[in-house]
């Protein structure tokens, strides 16, 4: 393994069910995460998306194969193992923002560290740095009922990175906004990205969304069935992605 790779995903498979209910989701995926990508999983809906990002992020355990997330089989790794990378490595932005509705946003992004004993100075240097990035700092005494949804999912995406994870998960992180808010988002979540700041695996049935990232791998019929990768301009890209959408048939990212 050399120093720029984050995660390799080898030969995964998922089956679900018995007897007549039985299904292969899926069918031996092989995937290679590098340090600084921004990977963008496209696919109809009932894919299998959610399958294999639960299982990359540790939630959920595959059929076959193995996940290697810095230097630990996380298929084959402890309880104690798994708590280790769900606090240190992993960070992860919920479709619908998961924050606690008891706590301010600043609480709520600096929580990570202050369940880990980091002192009150350190959490509020990380989270200030963080929160300018995301266009949060006025909002940061607000509790969740009382922000927009574009601004939640800001928040829960400064949650995320506030432990500098050695990779970020996001599972369809526009799915519940408004397209400005999306677009606000993702910009973002780019800007970090072109920052050296972060690797993202985002799982997404939304072509504008894929557009952001760096690279986009269709998933369909259980397996990766190709990789598109950014040219000169978003526009672009999202042309290339929307080609290839309808050259598999179409209609069905939803
Ligand atoms: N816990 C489960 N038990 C049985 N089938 C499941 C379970 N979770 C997902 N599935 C099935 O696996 C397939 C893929 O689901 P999912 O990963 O959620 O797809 P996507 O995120 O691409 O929409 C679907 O057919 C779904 O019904
Ligand atoms: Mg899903």
Known sequence: MNEKNVATVSHLTKDYG???SFTHVLKGIDLEIQKNDFIAIMGPSGSGKTTLLNILSTIDKPTQGSV??????????????????????????F???????????LDNIVLPL????????????????????????EHLAKYPYQLSGGQKQRGAS???????????????????????SS????????????GGKATILMVTHDAFSASYAKDVYILSDGQI?????????????????TDMQAAMGGGDFS
């Not at 069935?225 to 992605?241: A, L, P, T, V, W």
């Open 158 to 180: 400064c949650r995320a990175l506030i432990t500098r994870p050695e990779i970020l998960f996001a599972d369809e992180p526009t799915g519940a906004l408004d397209s400005r």
């Open 114 to 137: 202050s369940l880990n004993g980091v002192s009150a100075k350190r959490c509020m240097e990380r989270a200030n740095e963080l929160t300018e990035l995301f266009g949060l700092t």
């Open 95 to 105: 479709q619908d923002y998961n924050l606690l509705d008891t706590m301010t946003l």
């Open 18 to 20: 018995t007897g007549g």
């Open 183 to 194: 677009k606000d988002l993702l910009e973002r979540l780019k800007m970090v990205n072109d």
């Open 68 to 93: 290697m997330l810095d230097g630990t089989d996380v298929t084959k790794a402890s309880n104690q193992e798994l708590s280790r990378l769900r606090r240190d490595k992993i960070g992860f932005i």
């Open 225 to 241: 069935q190709c990789r598109i990768s950014k040219g000169e301009s978003r526009k672009e890209f999202y042309d290339k992605i």
